[in-house]
C-alpha cells in the first residue's frame, strides 16, 4: 500500500502549533523571568521565528530545570536536526510536568513515526487521544499509521472521525467472472463517498455469503489529490479450477480417503454453486450435494438445497488404539433432503433458518450396554434449524474480536412410538493476531457446548474426536477404528474448548504452510452407562497446516493427557469462503 501524505514531526499541522507556541510564548517567558533576562527571551524568540535550531539547541542546552515550554521548543528544535533520542527524552520531560497537555504525546507520536517506529506512534497517539477523544489531528494522525500498517479497520476507526478516506473509484484485481452487477451488490461502499468502517465490514459478510472468493483484501491507494482508488484483490473460484491441473487437485483431494469431490463454482457467473462428494469406503459409505445461490440475484441472502445419502458400520468402543471394549454395533443407513436459507443483511448479524426431512433404519444391530431401544428408533423426522452469528466485540487497533453463536435443531421421528427432541448448542471464538502488521502468528480460542432434550436417534448424537463427518474436534481421540466409526465419546451433552496457535513458516501467493501448538479440553455426558467420557478430557500436541488452491491440508499429532495415547491425524478441507487477508 501507498503512503497517503507525507508527515512532518508530528504531521502538516507542525508549523501551525509552532507559530501558536511562539506568539505566546513571551508572555510565559515575561510571567516567569526577571527584567535581566530580556535578553534570553529575545534571543529565543528570534531563533524561532527564524527556525535557527542549531543554535536554539545550543541556548536551551544547559538550562536546568527547564519549563514544559521550554522542554517542547528544545524537543522540537532536536527533532528537526534529527537528533530522535534526545528529541524524544525532551518532549518525555515536559510531558511529565504537564501531563493533561495532549500536544507532547503528539510530538512524541510524530518523532517515532519519522523512524517508522508506527507501533510505538500508535501508543503516543492513542494517548493524546485519552486526552481528548475528539482531536481531528491525533485522529486523522492515527489513522494514518494504522494504514501504513496495512490494518484497514483500525485505520477507518479513526479516519471515520474526521470523514476520511474518500473514494475515489474501485477496481478489481484480477477482474472476476463473476457478473458485475452482483458484486456491485456485494461491495457495500461506493465511488465519491467516505468508506466507513461498517460499510467494509459488511462487504466481508457479504462477499462470504457468495461463496467464491475463500481468499481475497480489500485494498486503498493513494491519489494525489487526498482521495483513495479501492482495489478488490482477490482469487477465485470458478467452474472446475481455473486450468484442469487445479481442477483434477480439487476433484482429487479426498483421494487418500476413498473419497471424490465433484464441484462447480459461479455457474451462468452469478455465484450459483454446486459442491458434492462421494466416498465409497466400504466402512462409512456416503454421497452428499448441495446446491446454493444469492437469493434473487441479492447477495444479502443466500439459499442452499442439499441431500446426504450414508451406509455406515459403527463399532461403539471404548478406544481407537489399544485395549477396547465393545459397547454396540450396528449399520446406520440415512437418507436426507433439506434447504436453508441465510440472511447477509447485517454487519454484525448473520442468521439461517431450514429444515430437514430424512429417514433413517439400523440394522446388523447388536445393542450391547450403549444401544438402547430409544436411540434405534427407525422411520421419517422432520427437523427444523435455527442459527445465528454475532460479533459481539472487535478491536480492529488489537486486531482482536469475540464472535458468539446460537444453534437451535427441534425435530420429531415417527417411530414406534414417535419422538421429538430439541438440541440447543452455543458457542463463542476469540481470535487474534499479536503483531501490528502481517499474519505471521494466529491465535485462536473457542468454547461450544451443546444439550439435547427429549429422545434423539442415534445418528443424532453428539460426538467429541476427529472424524471427516464431525467439527467437535478432540485431537487426541480418533473417532474411527478399524474404518469403522464410534471409538471416540459419545453423547448428548458437551462442553468443548480448542484453543491453538500458529506461526508462518511459508506465505506465498496461493501457499501458506504454518505450525503450533494446540490444547483441547471437553468432557460429553449421557445417561446411558456405554455412552459418554464420564471424565474431562485433556489432549495437547502440534499440528501443521497448509494451503494450496483454497484447500487446507491439516496434519496433527495429539497425546491423550489421561490415558497417553498418541494420533496422528490427516484431514483436507476446502477454506471458508471469505476470509480477508490481514
Known sequence: MERHRKMDVAGPSRKRRTLIAFLFFPLYLAAQTSPSNAQFVERVQQLVAQQRWQELVEILQPVHPRSADLDFYYGTALAKLGRWQEAHDAFESGAWLKPQDKQFPLELAGVEFKQKHYRQSAHYVRRALRLDPHDSYGNDFLGTVYFLEGNLEAALKYWNRVDKPRVAQISTDPVPHLDPVLLDRAIAFAPASTLRLPELLLTHSRVHGLGIFPIYSVDLLAREDGAFDVVFRNWER??????????????????????INPELYNLKHEAINFVSLFRWDAEKRRVTAQLSSPFEHNPKFNYQLFTDLRSENWNIQTSFQGPTTLLGSLNLRREAIGANFTSFASARWRWSAGAE?????FRSVIPGTALTPILLAKGYQLKQAAQVEVSLWRAPERRMNLDAGAHSEAGRIWSQPSHSFEKLQGSARFHWFPQAENDDYEMQYQVRAGKTF??????????????????LWMRAHIGTRDGRKGSAPLGRNYFLSNWEQDK??????LLTIKCGPF??????TDDVPGLGSHKWLWDTGAQVKARLFGVQAVLSYGKDLRSGN??????????KPGLPRF
Open 238 to 259: 470458478n467452474g472446475w479450477g481455473h486450468n484442469y491441473k487445479e481442477g483434477l487437485f480439487l476433484l482429487l483431494r479426498g483421494l487418500p480417503f476413498q473419497t
Open 357 to 361: 426431512i430424512s429417514h433413517r433404519d
Open 454 to 471: 427429549g429422545d434423539v436417534p442415534f445418528d443424532e448424537l453428539f460426538m467429541l474426536g476427529l472424524e471427516r463427518d464431525n467439527d
Open 504 to 509: 508462518n513458516l511459508i506465505h506465498k501467493s
Open 519 to 524: 490444547l483441547d479440553v471437553g468432557k460429553i
Open 566 to 575: 498418541n494420533a496422528f491425524y490427516v484431514s483436507v478441507s476446502m477454506l
